[in-house]
Nanobody, 125 residues
Framework: QVQVVESGGGLVQAGGSLRLSCAAS????????MGWFRQAPGKEREFVAA????????VYVDSVKGRFTISRDNAKNTVYLQINSLKPEDTAVYYC??????????????????WGQGTQVTVSS
């Protein structure tokens, strides 16, 4: 069983930045594709960003390109999401997820096997 724990959320003014962290347990973390999703009130959980097991490939939803950066440190079993130029519409619970089924990278919710509890990001205007 893999445990995934997010941290780093908070309240920030528009234009500000946050760095979310996601710590995952397991000796095979370096073989997992990892992703970030978010869910705003009353909306479906949506894909935000993903990173391959090696870190060599990343994918982003169009609305965050140029503002969000996903990265990973396999030595620390941790994935990061650097969020810059925050907008009120970025307000959501951000979830980290691990894909343990051998995919190089994953962008669909049903491709992920383990999920964290989420961390709240609130952007004030």
């Amino acid at each position: 069983q893999v445990q995934v724990v997010e941290s780093g959320g908070g309240l920030v003014q528009a234009g500000g930045s946050l760095r979310l962290s996601c710590a995952a347990s397991g000796r095979t973390f370096s073989s997992y594709a990892m992703g970030w999703f978010r869910q705003a009130p009353g909306k479906e959980r949506e894909f935000v960003a993903a990173i391959s097991w090696s870190g060599g490939r990343t994918v982003y939803v169009d609305s965050v390109k140029g503002r969000f950066t996903i990265s990973r440190d396999n030595a620390k079993n941790t994935v990061y999401l650097q969020i810059n130029s925050l907008k009120p519409e970025d307000t959501a619970v951000y979830y980290c997820a691990a894909c343990a089924r051998g995919l190089t990278i994953a962008t669909m919710r049903n491709q992920y096997d383990y999920w964290g509890q989420g961390t709240q990001v609130t952007v004030s205007s």
